[in-house]
């Protein structure tokens, strides 16, 4: 320790030892041979680490730049040592020489343990031969992937471009030779914009540019001339294609003849024209025979109705004094006629409702369906108490309908299964389930049941099962009307002698009118 502290406290000092001129005898050549020799040496040895530095700094990307910054300063090191023993010629630094000398062994060792670390990988780079072949090889692969690529292009049926970022097209296929005559030399550029239709041409222009500009797809329907002089019509797609930054390579379209389609759309038009028309011919025609039953309605009900009711009440009264003196014959005619006067003026009275159905607008409101069974219950109590029948049905919600039509629809269904009925007890079940969007009733008999060819026919106006069943032919009717103005379909299953199943939905969520409240 002693000596070490002696040795930087003298550092700078160089009484012990005289210049190397001195020390020994040095001839004038011999000397100077010394000294100039060292000087070009480290002049050389200052000179490489520049140039390293110059290289490393021109040359991006620089494979190992941790050894190139060590081996130049190795490289400056030892040129530093040869320049201090010129120096000592005549100023005998021997201290700074070994200072210098340690620092040139700490960075050989640095740059020694650097190279042995990098040695495998630079080992792993390629020759300039490699490289050179290695391009060679990927510039054929290119290539037979570019010939391949336009191979599979030209066996394609739709026209294949390709252009450049600035919009102008650097490659066609030969399907566009074959469909427009033209060489494909001669449809490069933008030589192609012969092609289209004059009318199509300035908005194809327009949006192609503006395409170019957003860098957005580019999509549009055009004309393009074929080699007879014809225009077909033709969907053109181009997408720019990009690398990894986001720069435009190129774009990639595809102009796909549309010309059937385009036929088939119009020809599709017209239909839709002409089936429009016959539609509203059709709706025409139903709002004439809708007034027509309106008429008519108003017809039987004030013209019908009024000699209906003198005739029932001239029978009744024929009965009542002339009764006891007719005999049983006459009885019974005047009974049969009571009776159909009954059947007539059932009939006008469901023909008014039908109409009404057809005319009337809605009023849904807030119905609980266990409140309208009961209604219907109390309005068939007579017929209940004389067939001894039952109508059953579970804890119903409150859903949104029109009242009025919700109670005619179940008392239409719920009677025709009580008197449609050869049981000691008839007995209808109605029952609910909620449905996306819907909710469903079922209402089940177990009356005499309908013929499955029926089935399809009975909710249609004026048809009857048979002449037995003297019903007026529009009960069912109505059924189908009420659930069609809520929204919703009808059905009906049966099995002879087992009953019927009447299943029919209302539309879920009925607008309800801000004037409307509860029931």
């Known amino acids: 320790m002693e000596q070490l502290k002696d040795f930087f406290e003298n550092f700078f000092s160089t009484g012990d030892w005289p210049p190397r001129w001195y020390c020994g005898k040095w001839s004038e050549f011999h000397g100077w041979l010394y000294i100039i020799s060292d000087f070009l040496i480290f002049a050389a040895y200052f000179t490489i680490p520049f140039l390293l530095i110059h290289f490393i700094i021109r040359k991006k990307n620089v494979p190992f730049p941790k050894v190139f910054w060590l081996f130049g300063a190795f490289i400056f090191a030892c040129g530093a040592t040869h320049l201090i023993d010129a120096i000592i010629f005549w100023y005998p630094a021997y201290k700074l020489s070994a200072i210098i000398r340690l620092v040139t062994a700490i960075v050989s060792w640095a740059t020694i343990i ?55 097209v650097d490659y066609v296929n030969t399907q566009v030779t074959k469909y427009s005559g033209i060489p494909q030399s001669d449809l490069l550029q933008w030589g192609w914009l012969d092609l289209l239709h004059p009318d199509d041409a300035p908005a194809f222009e327009r949006d192609w ?11 549009m329907e055009s004309r393009l001339r074929n080699h007879e002089g014809q225009y077909r019509w033709f969907l053109t797609r181009a997408l720019p294609h990009a690398d ?48 027509d039953l309106e008429s008519f309605a108003s017809v039987a009900s004030h013209d019908l109705q009024a000699p209906l009711r003198t005739i029932m009440t001239y029978m009744s009264m024929l ?115 909620h449905l996306p969007g819907f909710h469903e009733l079922t209402i089940k008999d177990n009356g005499v049941g309908i013929p499955a ?26 059924c189908k009307r009420i659930v069609h103005n809520h929204g919703g379909s009808i059905s009906a299953t049966s099995e002879i002698g087992a009953g019927t199943t009447f299943v029919f939905t209302i539309q879920d969520n009925l607008q309800i009118p801000q004037n409307m409240g509860e029931n």
């Open 114 to 168: 650097a190279l042995y670390r990098v040695l495998p990988s630079a080992f792993s780079l390629k020759t300039p031969a490699e490289l050179e072949k290695i391009v060679d090889q990927r510039t054929e692969e290119l290539r037979i992937s570019i010939e391949r690529s336009k191979f599979i292009a030209d066996a394609m049926p739709q026209i294949v471009w390709t252009a450049t970022p600035d919009g102008k």
């Open 453 to 478: 060819d029926y089935l399809e026919k009975v909710f249609e106006v004026f048809v009857r099962l048979d002449a037995a069943r003297k019903g007026t032919g529009l009960g069912l009717a109505i």
């Open 244 to 291: 990894e930054q986001g720069n435009i390579l190129l774009w990639v379209a595809t102009a796909t003849e549309i010309e059937e389609h385009k036929r088939l759309a119009e020809t599709l038009e017209q239909k839709v024209v002409e089936r429009t028309e016959q539609l509203r011919h059709a709706n025409d025609l139903l709002m004439r025979s809708n007034n």
């Open 319 to 433: 009965e009542e004094k002339c009764g006891p003196s007719l005999d049983e014959s006459g009885r019974r005619f005047i009974g049969r006629s009571m009776e159909v006067g009954a059947r007539m003026r059932l009939l006008i009275e469901n023909l008014l409702t039908y109409a009404r159905l057809n005319s009337d607008p809605m009023r849904a409101s807030k119905i609980d369906l266990n409140q309208i069974l009961e209604a219907v219950s109390a309005n068939l109590n007579e017929q209940l108490q004389q067939r001894q029948a039952e109508v059953v049905w579970g804890n119903l919600p409150t859903i949104n309908a029109d009242g009025t039509q919700l109670q005619q629809l179940l008392q239409n269904l719920i009677a025709n299964g009580i008197h449609y009925n050869d049981n000691a007890v008839p007995r209808v079940g109605v029952s609910y389930r």
């Open 209 to 219: 540019k503006t395409a170019l500009n957003s860098l957005q797809g580019f999509e």
